[in-house]
Nanobody, 120 residues
Framework: QLQLVESGGGLVQPGGSVRLSCTLS????????VAWYRQPPGKQRELLAF???????NYRDSVKGRFTISRDNAKNTVYLQMNNLKPEDTADYYC??????????????WGQGTQVTVSA
């Protein structure tokens, strides 16, 4: 059983920054690719970024240059550094463990989410 727990969300002003953490627990957590998703209020969940077990990264165009995904395998933690936040970044943020082949393949390992609200 693989478990994921997100943390780091909260209220932040436009232009501010926040770093989200996703801690994985379970055997061989480092073999999984990990993705960050978000779900704005009233909208569908969308893939933001993922990082493979080898450290390769990919980002949604709308967050390129502002968001950075990274991982620390020693801590079994994946981070999402979010800079220059905008009101449209307001959402529930989730991490997911999956596999990478030609693209990210999500598995049914999700955290409970952490809410980020960008507002003055």
């Amino acid at each position: 059983q693989l478990q994921l727990v997100e943390s780091g969300g909260g209220l932040v002003q436009p232009g501010g920054s926040v770093r989200l953490s996703c801690t994985l627990s379970g055997r061989k957590a480092s073999i999984y690719a990990v993705a960050w998703y978000r779900q704005p209020p009233g909208k569908q969940r969308e893939l933001l970024a993922f990082i493979t077990s080898g450290g390769s990264t990919n980002y949604r165009d709308s967050v390129k240059g502002r968001f950075t995904i990274s991982r620390d395998n020693a801590k079994n933690t994946v981070y999402l550094q979010m800079n220059n936040l905008k009101p449209e970044d307001t959402a529930d943020y989730y991490c997911n463990a999956g596999w990478y082949t030609d693209s990210y393949v999500p598995l049914e390992y999700w955290g409970q989410g952490t809410q980020v609200t960008v507002s003055a």
